[in-house]
């Protein structure tokens, strides 16, 4: 009996030691390598975000139900941070984050970003459309109704490239409830995709 003791609480010492070196590997792996020469000022992100509201809005979309949540990509002193429309973390309105946060794995499973076919002059003026959005601290439209001042996150990337880009986005429909799904915003689009892992693994 004392050798079978000693032989299960090595058994245990040894699974003890794997698990936390697995555990430790993958908190330590969590960010997804980005060549930053790859993105332009204005790229969309999407992601599938690994929560039960991310699981809610791919739910919403009526042809890909792949990702949950998108947001623009910014360039800011060598860094990629994302502007994306949210209500999270005690924080709501036109959000900041950075890419590696928006992407990072213990937050989504997997993510794109895309490229719509807008010219310099538009860019610019896409980017100063989010300094006045910004400055105008907009708010996140939490009743998801279009038209109504405020913005959820598909419809505010919908209405920007309504507007800079050359590519229209269409809404889906309920009824007589209308909306951008974010599926909306790339299914069956002519749009250029940059970078994707479908496959990311989740922490």
């Not at 509201?53 to 791919?58: D, E, S, Y």
Request: with cysteine.
């Amino acid at each position: 009996m004392k050798g079978f003791k000693w032989i299960f609480l090595f058994t245990v010492l040894v699974n003890a030691v794997l698990i936390f070196s697995i555990y430790n590997s993958s908190h330590l792996d969590n960010t997804i390598a980005i060549n930053l020469n790859s993105i332009q000022d204005g790229d969309i992100v999407f992601r599938e975000s690994n929560s039960l509201i991310g699981t809610q809005f791919k739910m919403m979309s009526q042809h890909d139900k792949k990702f949950s949540h998108a947001g623009i990509i910014r360039k800011e002193n060598g860094i990629a941070v994302v502007y994306h429309m949210a209500n999270e973390n005690g924080r709501s309105g036109l959000l900041k984050t950075n890419l590696n946060d928006f992407i990072n794995t213990q937050v989504c499973r997997s993510y794109e970003i895309v490229r719509y076919p807008i010219n310099d002059n538009d860019r610019s003026q896409l980017l100063n459309k989010i300094d006045l959005l910004l400055a105008d601290q907009v708010h996140f439209d939490d009743e998801f109704l279009l038209n109504n001042q405020s913005y959820y996150c598909s419809e505010l990337i919908a209405n920007l490239m309504n507007e800079f880009s050359t590519i229209h986005i269409p809404y889906s429909q309920i009824g007589d409830y209308h909306y951008y799904a974010i599926d909306n915003l790339y299914y069956h689009l002519p749009i250029q995709i940059i970078q994707n892992s479908h496959e990311v693994k989740v922490n």
